[in-house]
Structures are given as structure tokens and as C-alpha cells.
């Protein structure tokens, strides 16, 4: 697939994908989501690449939902606003399953403005690296809506559950220091740097084993919402597939190499 309105490179190992609408603040249209979901599809599949960093173009991460969207949805028959309002949630969710659900480490790396659904897509992603000019927005309310993204469950496991009401609430903008006190945010970086660093930190996280590293970030993104009976059963499965692994096999042969060398 051509892109155009993304953009998605590759380098030892690590996957950059770029919102590319600057001018528009890289908010969401339709099309934009489409060629989303592809490049996500693809870093996904490819097990060449072993983690995943996402920014924007330009000032802005993700200025949220195009406007342009929301106006042919209140352009629309009214007895078919509902149904493409179904229609288009369900395209939003399966874009941001995948984001999260994706079996790599993901890392957003904010360097700008990220409201409404672009602060969702970061919550989204596994870290959040953010520069001095990012800032976050739960703005959804301000346009009389709710927060469409994943915000209404990512948002408390990071800030707790009154602080994310108050958040959502107000739509208020937070910068990227109370950002990292009140834990949206794991690291601040320069803007010089935020790219070069996010990728360096993807590096770092997916060094080891992909095969661990996927099948623990899919029980770990479960763990609250399960037992501990469930997350022991869980383990057990993937302990047992992890036992069956190239990496695993390779890492035990060097280890046992290393320790008959030192007899």
C-alpha cells in the first residue's frame, strides 16, 4: 500500500510511523485511518521489525477526529446518523485494538499538541516519551461527546480513577510537566531528541526474546480485569510456549556454553 497521509520506516528493527497531515495537526480523517491500520497490520506481522514508535508530523501528534468528519456526520439524514455513528466507532476501535493488542513494544513519542482522540492513541501505545511542547486534552466533552479512543480505560490506570474524572470532565489541557507528575506521561526529553530517544528506548525494550516480550504484554494489558487463578493459567500456557522457542532454546545453550567454560 502507498502512503500518504503516514508515514512508516524501518531501522534495526525498529518501526517509526508518522501521522502526515501537519497542516492539519495530524488529525484523524477516515482516509488517514485507513492507511493507520494497514502500516499497523504490517508492523504487526513483520517479525523483522521488534517494536513500534508513533509521532506526528510538524507542531502537533494528533489534533483528534477530523473536523471535516464532523461535519458530514451532522450533514447526514438523521435517520442515518446513528448507524454511521456505529460504523465509523467500529473502524476507531478496531484502530486502536491494534495499537494496543499489537505483540511489540510501542512507544508514543508526543511532540506536540494531543487532544481528544490523539491523546487517546497515546494511552494507547505501551510509554508515552513526550518534549517540552507536548500537551494533552480529554476535549470530547467540549464537543459534547465521550472519549471514543480508549480513553475511559486507559486514562485511570494511569491517574486513577477521580483524576481521570476530573480530566475528562473539564477537557482540560495539561502540559507536559504535570503530564509526567501525574503519570500520563513516562519520560520528557527535548524536542531535539524525542525522536532519536523514543527510538533508542524501543531498542532497549525489545532486546530480548519477541516471543516473551508478546505473550507477556498480552496478559499483563488483561491483569486487572482478571484473577490471579486466570493470570497463573494464563502464564502457564505462555510459559509452555515459551519453552518450546528458538530464544529461549539459544539462550539457554549460550548460558550452559558460558557456565562449562568457567569449570
Known amino acids: 500500500m502507498d502512503y500518504t497521509l503516514i508515514e512508516l520506516t524501518v531501522s534495526e528493527g525498529v518501526a517509526t510511523l508518522t501521522l502526515n497531515r501537519p497542516d492539519k495537526r495530524n488529525a484523524m480523517s477516515d ?3 485507513s492507511e493507520f491500520i494497514h502500516a499497523l497490520e504490517s508492523v504487526t506481522a513483520d517479525k ?8 506526528g508530523a510538524g507542531k502537533g501528534f494528533c489534533a483528534g477526529g477530523d473536523i471535516s468528519g464532523m461535519q458530514k456526520r451532522m450533514n447526514a439524514p438523521a435517520g ?9 466507532q467500529q473502524r476507531v476501535h478496531h484502530t486502536q485494538a491494534l ?9 508514543a513519542a ?16 505501551d510509554f508515552i516519551i513526550a518534549s517540552e511542547w507536548a500537551s494533552f486534552a480529554w476535549s470530547y466533552v467540549l464537543r459534547g461527546i465521550i472519549p471514543d479512543g480508549g480513553g475511559m480505560y486507559f486514562l485511570p490506570r494511569r491517574v486513577g480513577l477521580a483524576r481521570a474524572k476530573e480530566l ?9 510537566d504535570e503530564a509526567l507528575a501525574l503519570g500520563i506521561v513516562d519520560r520528557k526529553t527535548g524536542a531535539d531528541t524525542l525522536l532519536a530517544d523514543a527510538q533508542a528506548w524501543a531498542a532497549e525494550l525489545s532486546q530480548a526474546s519477541g516471543t516473551a516480550i508478546a505473550l507477556t504484554k498480552t496478559i499483563l494489558n488483561q491483569s ?8 497463573f493459567a494464563q502464564g502457564s500456557q505462555a510459559q ?3 519453552y518450546t522457542s528458538s530464544e529461549h532454546r539459544a539462550s539457554v545453550e549460550a548460558f550452559l556454553a558460558k557456565t562449562a567454560g568457567k569449570e
Open 31 to 33: 482516509d488517514m485511518r
Open 48 to 55: 523483522a521489525i521488534r517494536a513500534l514508535v508513533l509521532t
Open 80 to 88: 442515518e446518523v446513528g448507524f454511521n455513528g456505529w460504523h465509523r
Open 99 to 107: 495499537l494496543h493488542t499489537c505483540p511489540k513494544p510501542v512507544i
Open 110 to 125: 508526543v511532540n506536540g499538541a494531543a487532544s481528544g482522540l490523539g491523546a487517546d492513541t497515546a494511552l494507547a501505545c
Open 168 to 176: 475528562i470532565f473539564t477537557g482540560r489541557r495539561v502540559l507536559v
Open 224 to 231: 486487572f480485569e482478571l484473577s490471579s487463578h486466570d493470570v
Open 240 to 242: 509452555g510456549i515459551c
